[in-house]
């Protein structure tokens, strides 16, 4: 069966890929829908993708989902969206299991909802032992609070300032075992990190995408893919010649 022509013919493939989705507000509200109906739609946006992702060849996929900057949004606004966030956890658990997947969290869990930290929770323990793609999900993630719980943590258990260097502090960090992003994906339009993954996105190859989140397509996601493959990644050093 041929899923996908794409990823099977490109001469670079990531193997992480970071993903933002952006711009259901803007969906719902030329929709003339509310906020959260934008949200919806998003979120089943997110069902498709997980369908498209297990066609290729990624090790890891990480999502950002709702940064400690997104407290500062509407109340029913931040409420509904971790509803249909542990809705979402809840019903596709089995198949994200099934699809050899290892479900895992990057942010502050213990400040959010019981219901939606006992979902995550039991989509970790389901599928722990999973040997197939990471699917991390960046939820009350931002990078800078990110850097300063694994600084807390470093001087807490007392490491020796000489002993700090990249790769330690990496091991601080809610990636610790993930490597660094290879290729990072914004829809919406906009042209900004927004503090997602700040230190693993520092070689990282960019993709902004215009389209807003609920309409993105497997089109818009091999379009990124295509891009990739074309960049020459260089690391800060001299390109080898060919
Ligand atoms: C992204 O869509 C989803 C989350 C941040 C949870 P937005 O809600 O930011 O949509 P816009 O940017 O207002 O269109
Ligand atoms: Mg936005």
Redesign the pocket.
Known sequence: MTKTAVPQKLSLFPTHVALV???????AERNGLP?LA??QA?IATMHRMLEYISDYPFKYFTLY???TE?WGRPETEVEG?FDLVEEFINAHVQEIHQKNVRFQHLGRLKELPKGLQAAVNGAIQLTKRNTGMVLSVAFNYGGRAEIIDAVRRLIEEGVEPKKVDEKLFGRYLYTAGLPDVDLMIRT?D?IRLSNFLIWQTAYAENFYSKV??PDFTREDLDKALVAYSKRKRRFGRVQARQ
């Open positions: 989705p952006d711009g259901n507000g803007r969906w906020r934008g949200h998003g989902g709702f940064s997104n969206l919406g906009e807003l989140w």
